[in-house]
């Protein structure tokens, strides 16, 4: 490795122009298909076009899933295929490249849920080179920032554009914390990191606290790069806000992300070099597993299996020439587990500082953990470095009080959480969702991960639970982990009593009724009392936020209670459960839950991420099929093109039985009651 690190040292890089001339036109991303489309053929839009913008514009959209098959350059032949205006779809693929456009205008949120880089790096390859929106994604950001994509949420410099002005490159570092600035002016986090090496950038020695710190303030200074030529790490208090490199503890990514962060790694680095320490690197195969059973006739007719076979491949081959461990395929169909599954089961400590290539990362943060989401280009500069950039969020309190009443789940008190003002006007993003209060103390470290996990919802930086007794259980119950040693990973991992939050969500989980979130967006919550009469033709209990042992636990005991009442799944329903891991699969064996589930009709599902990402059984087939899941979003078009809602493992398996979205209400005939 040292003699990779002195050829880099030896690389000519250059910063970018002082000034930026934008080629192409404005494409305004309005909720009118028709305005889109007259784009598309030609028209300009005037500046006061007065049509509003799309808000919400997820990474789904930009790149549905079928998009990421692909990881290079034909990429740019399908930015916002997904993207829908007033029910449409408006933008076909080479629609971007053949219209000319170098600027693309939003309203709020652009660039929420999937940490996919395809998709700013598919806008850069069909010739965008700004973004401009009301307020952008952190993840979604930081990978426009990495691939050299320049960002703004100042409109007044539309006109600029338009006018063909030659701009200021500080016009687009305006609020730009001092690391952020410079992988802008160097073009890219890669080139960034090439100066870096070479002592041509200057970093900012750590800021310290001002009083009390958070618990993730905690890890970030036990983390902090303060010398990476010397290899000196952690500091003994660090702000909020600083901004630079820390040591990662786990790297881990998938098959979506591992072969387009390869193929970098071989273009920009070199064939045949090696990773930085590849023992804390882990691969899965986890997401497209049982593509072939979700795969349209259409999207197979067009040689899209052979597409997306070819990220298994270059997986497996960039595995074994650098020794990573690939947690792959099992002889059953399925994967061994779902990325955050698997990390949390086996891999994950309290107080590690953890990147994955998904923004459901946060899903380890049920252990006192930092996790969060990075995109490709940041993946494969962790080979490199062993480090990566960010900054040091702010932190939201997030207090749910009393005792949850019976029935409540995590995924309730979430769904509540994702419908207040505060996260549904974005005022969360980037910050860290900090839970906490006696509902969330006593949950278990599973029923933790469902709401660390949907901190990706939120659009947060990530989400955290302090390590407790629970915490030291799970250690040594699922690790065999002595219980002092767990303790001593656990020590001292609290937020301070004068810690400073900028933000508090109080939730009073005794008042909650069971939710959903109607179709759209995981911030649609409303109690299920208040949507009325919902049948429904597909049932999921499944994916990283609910494949866990406890949710199958909750699955097992609707439709144990309905067996025994002579119920089965509702005729016309398909209800379908699928395993996070083979852990799971395995616990589920030893608890006699796959006898009940047979016995009431559901099917079950080898571990793989599946119908989530729209890829396995359990997807829709038609834009008026209805689903309740509990998976963790549902955007449009996210798990097949029908209406979906979300709910908790107990609503699914109720709704299940009944035909229709209902709360699991173990007094009524039947198990459920309207």
């Known amino acids: 490795m040292a003699d ?265 680095v070199g064939k045949g070099e090696p990773v930085n320490d590849p023992g804390s690197i882990v691969f899965f195969r986890d997401h497209l597993t049982f593509l072939a059973m979700a795969m349209t006739p259409e999207r197979k007719a067009q040689g899209l299996l052979e597409v997306a076979d070819q990220l298994r491949i270059k997986q497996e081959e960039f595995s074994r020439e650098q020794g990573v461990t690939l947690h792959g395929e099992t002889g059953h169909g399925g994967s061994e587990a779902i990325c955050h599954s698997k990390i949390l089961e086996s891999y994950a400590e309290p107080g590690q500082l953890i990147i994955g290539s998904d923004s459901h990362t946060p899903h380890s943060g049920a252990l006192g953990c930092v996790a969060f989401g990075v995109g490709t280009t940041a993946i494969f500069n962790s080979w490199i470095t062993r480090d990566v950039y960010s900054y040091v969020p702010e932190t939201v309190r997030v207090v749910c009080r009393g005792q949850a009443p019976a029935g409540i789940t995590a995924k309730d008190m979430m769904l509540a959480i994702l419908a207040t003002d505060y996260v549904r006007d974005g005022k969360a993003i980037g910050k860290m969702m900090e839970y906490c209060g006696e509902a969330v103390e006593a949950l278990s470290i599973d029923e933790r991960a469902t709401m660390t996990n949907m901190a990706a919802e939120v659009g947060a930086f990530s989400g955290i639970v302090a390590p407790d007794e629970r915490t030291v259980e799970f250690l040594a119950r699922e690790r065999g982990m002595a219980p002092e040693v767990a303790r001593e990973l656990c020590a001292g991992l609290r937020s301070d009593d004068d810690a400073r939050f900028v933000h508090t969500i109080e939730i009073d989980a005794a008042a909650l009724r069971p939710l959903v979130a109607t179709p759209g967006d995981p911030g649609n919550g409303v109690s299920i009392d208040e949507i009325g009469d919902v049948p429904i033709e597909i049932a999921y209990g499944g994916s990283c936020t609910a494949g866990k042992k406890e949710d199958m636990d909750m699955y097992a005991r609707v439709l144990a209670h309905a067996v025994a009442r002579g119920r089965k799944v509702a005729e016309g329903v398909e209800f379908w459960i699928q395993f996070g891991s083979m852990e799971v699969k395995e616990y589920c064996a030893s608890q006699g839950y796959l006898d009940i589930f047979e016995k009431a009709g559901a099917q079950i599902i080898e571990p793989s991420c599946g119908a989530c990402i729209n890829a396995g059984p359990g997807v829709s087939r038609r834009p008026d099929q209805v689903t309740v899941s509990a998976i963790n979003r549902n955007f449009p078009g996210r798990s097949g093109p029908g209406l979906m809602y979300l709910a908790s493992p107990l609503t699914v398996a109720a709704s299940a039985i009944e035909g229709r979205i209902v709360e699991w209400n173990p007094e009524s005939v039947g198990s459920t009651q309207a």
């Open 4 to 268: 990779l690190i002195s050829r880099l040292k030896q690389r000519s890089v250059e910063k970018r122009d002082a000034s930026v001339h934008v080629e192409g036109r404005i494409l305004f991303l309005v909720d009118d298909a028709d305005a889109v489309r007259r784009q598309l053929a030609g028209e300009d839009l005037p500046l006061d076009h007065a049509v509003p913008y799309r808000d919400d514009i997820s990474t789904d959209e930009i790149t549905p899933a079928w998009v990421c098959y692909y990881f290079d350059e034909t990429l740019g032949d399908f930015p916002y295929v997904g993207f829908r205006a007033g029910g449409e779809f408006p933008i076909e693929r080479n629609s971007i490249r053949a219209g000319g456009f170098g600027v693309a205008v939003s309203g709020k949120r652009r660039g929420k849920g999937s940490s996919r880089e395809a998709s700013p790096y598919a806008e850069k390859c069909a010739g965008i080179q700004v973004v401009v929106a009301e307020n952008i994604e952190r993840i979604y950001q930081q990978n426009c920032h990495n691939l050299g994509l320049l960002t703004s949420t100042d409109f007044g410099v539309l006109a600029r554009l338009r006018a063909g002005e030659t701009i200021p490159l500080e016009t687009f570092l305006e609020g730009k914390d001092p690391v952020t600035r410079q992988i802008i002016e160097w073009g890219g986090l890669f080139e960034f990191n090439l100066a870096r090496l070479q002592g041509k950038v200057e970093l900012d020695a750590p800021a310290p606290a001002d009083g009390g710190m958070t618990i993730t303030e905690k890890i970030f200074a036990r983390h902090r790069v303060v010398d990476l030529s010397r290899d000196q790490v952690g500091c003994s208090s660090i702000a909020t806000g600083d901004a630079g490199f820390f040591r990662t503890d786990l790297r881990f990514s998938h098959e979506y992300v591992t072969p387009m962060a390869s193929a970098f790694f071989e273009e920009k």
